[in-house]
């Protein structure tokens, strides 16, 4: 025995020493040691601290993707709005040319028959204050338009005259609802004449310097044109007679309807010349 240790005591001590730090590296290794009561209390108060806080910061995050995706969105709309907004005007403006059109060819079609040179013209400017006494044309000198050249409808019944001023590509028109205007008329059925003066205040018109102890204009008779002034063709409807009375004067007092009417009017048309020839 004393020979197998003298011979093998280097080894086994050298396997005791590595058995002995073995066992004190495994006395290191902790082993889930019941926690403290201040490690207990600390860990009830703030695990459902770190959770609301986790939570929070995920709604958040949604939250805030949720915002960016709505701003993106409201962004498009306002785009779509804007475009639906500009092909909704430029369809309104083409739908009005195309009106505009349409009114040119049927006044063209009709007025050809007054035996007379016209120029049709739109309407692009009416006294937003008195728009009873003259509205602005888009044709002139240019076209040929001069004063006191008469101005009809598309139906061929009489507007007004070219007055002052005018200038290469426009012109203002006088119409028989001023009162400054005064036109030879007489009645369709029967051959009393008198001057239609105008209204603005109504935008109707009267008819004056009929004689009292006239009897046979009516109401509902239509007016038309004479000549006599040698600024208006003779035959043009003029107006229609709303009332008859008297009011102890000289003269009938006789109130009278313009055939046109200023706030359905988009095409008239200036008579360059008239069936005689002249202008």
Same mark, same amino acid.
């Given at each position: =025995?004393? +020979?197998?240790? #003298?011979?093998?005591? #280097?080894?086994?001590?050298?396997?005791?020493? =590595?058995?002995?730090?073995?066992?004190?590296?495994?006395?290191?290794?902790?082993?889930?040691?019941?926690?403290?009561?201040?490690?207990?209390?600390?860990?009830?108060?703030?695990?459902?601290?770190?959770?609301?806080?986790?939570?929070?910061?995920?709604?958040?995050?949604?939250?805030?993707? &949720?915002?960016?995706?709505?701003?993106? @969105?409201?962004?498009?709309?306002?785009?779509?709005?804007?475009?639906?907004?500009?092909?909704?005007?430029?369809?309104?403006?083409?739908?009005?040319?195309?009106?505009?059109?349409?009114?040119?060819?049927?006044?063209?079609?009709?007025? &050809?028959?007054? +035996?007379?040179?016209?120029?049709?013209?739109?309407?692009?400017?009416?006294?937003?204050?008195?728009?009873? #006494?003259?509205?602005?044309?888009?044709?002139?000198?240019?076209?040929?338009?001069?004063?006191?050249?008469?101005?009809?409808?598309?139906?061929?019944?009489?507007?007004?005259?070219?007055?002052?001023?005018?200038?290469?590509?426009?012109? /203002? @028109?006088?119409?028989?609802?001023?009162?400054?205007?005064?036109?030879?008329?007489?009645?369709?059925? &029967?051959?009393?004449?008198?001057?239609?003066?105008?209204?603005?205040?109504?935008?109707?018109?009267?008819?004056?310097?009929?004689?009292?102890?006239?009897?046979?204009?009516?109401?509902?008779?239509?007016?038309?044109? /004479?000549?006599?002034?040698? @600024?208006?063709?003779?035959?043009?409807?003029?107006?229609?007679?709303?009332?008859?009375?008297?009011?102890?004067?000289?003269?009938? #007092?006789?109130?009278? +309807?313009?055939?046109?009417?200023?706030?359905?009017?988009?095409?008239?048309?200036?008579?360059?010349?008239?069936?005689?020839?002249?202008?």
């Amino acid at each position: =025995m004393p +020979r197998f240790w #003298k011979k093998r005591k #280097k080894a086994i001590l050298f396997a005791g020493l =590595m058995f002995l730090q073995a066992l004190l590296l495994s006395l290191q290794i902790p082993l889930g040691q019941e926690a403290s009561v201040m490690e207990r209390a600390a860990f009830s108060v703030f695990a459902p601290v770190q959770r609301t806080v986790r939570g929070l910061l995920r709604d958040l995050g949604e939250f805030w993707n &949720h915002n960016i995706t709505l701003r993106r @969105v409201e962004v498009q709309n306002r785009a779509y709005r804007d475009e639906l907004f500009r092909l909704r005007q430029e369809n309104a403006l083409l739908r009005n040319g195309l009106g505009r059109l349409q009114l040119r060819d049927e006044a063209a079609a009709f007025l &050809h028959g007054l +035996r007379s040179s016209f120029v049709l013209a739109d309407i692009i400017g009416v006294d937003t204050i008195n728009p009873y #006494k003259s509205v602005v044309i888009d044709v002139g000198t240019r076209q040929g338009v001069r004063a006191q050249m008469p101005v009809v409808d598309g139906r061929g019944r009489l507007v007004g005259r070219i007055i002052a001023p005018i200038s290469a590509g426009e012109a /203002t @028109v006088q119409l028989v609802t001023d009162n400054n205007s005064a036109v030879s008329v007489r009645g369709a059925d &029967h051959p009393v004449s008198g001057l239609l003066a105008g209204d603005p205040a109504s935008g109707r018109g009267w008819l004056t310097y009929v004689p009292a102890s006239e009897e046979s204009l009516v109401p509902g008779e239509i007016l038309f044109t /004479t000549g006599y002034d040698r @600024v208006f063709p003779a035959g043009l409807e003029a107006g229609v007679i709303l009332s008859v009375s008297s009011d102890g004067s000289l003269f009938k #007092k006789i109130a009278v +309807r313009p055939s046109f009417e200023i706030r359905d009017q988009k095409v008239v048309a200036v008579l360059t010349t008239t069936a005689g020839g002249g202008e």
